[in-house]
């Protein structure tokens, strides 16, 4: 059993800042990658940014240059600085995360529950 446990989310002015955090749990036996994405009201999943296993990191560029996302390997963790918050980035954010329970297993992707993040004056 895998689990992803999220939290950070809250309700921030523009221009603030806020930290996401993922932590997961469970059998694992290889992490492949590391994801955030967001889902606004009405709108599709999005890929806000992600980090494989050897480092490299990708974001939506919407939020080059304003989001950060790390790891903690040792902790199976992964987090999104999220600076400079802007009103549209106002969603849902969700951790996923694409691992091996085995080494005989295919890759599967997990889903955290998602986290509101509310940006307003």
């Known amino acids: 059993q895998v689990q992803l446990v999220e939290s950070g989310g809250g309700l921030v002015q523009p221009g603030g800042s806020l930290r996401l955090s993922c932590a997961v749990s469970g059998s694992i036996f290889r992490i492949n990658s590391m994801a955030w994405y967001r889902q606004a009201p009405g709108e599709q999943r999005d890929l806000v940014a992600r980090i494989i296993s050897g480092g490299s990191t990708t974001y939506a560029d919407s939020v080059k240059g304003r989001f950060a996302i790390s790891r903690d390997s040792a902790k199976n963790a992964v987090y999104l600085q999220m600076n400079s918050l802007k009103l549209e980035d106002t969603a849902v954010y969700f951790c996923?995360?694409?691992?091996?329970?085995?080494?005989?297993?295919?890759?599967?992707?997990?889903w955290g529950q998602g986290t509101q993040v509310s940006v307003s004056s």
């Open positions: 996923n995360i694409d691992l091996q329970r085995r080494s005989f297993l295919p890759v599967r992707g997990y």
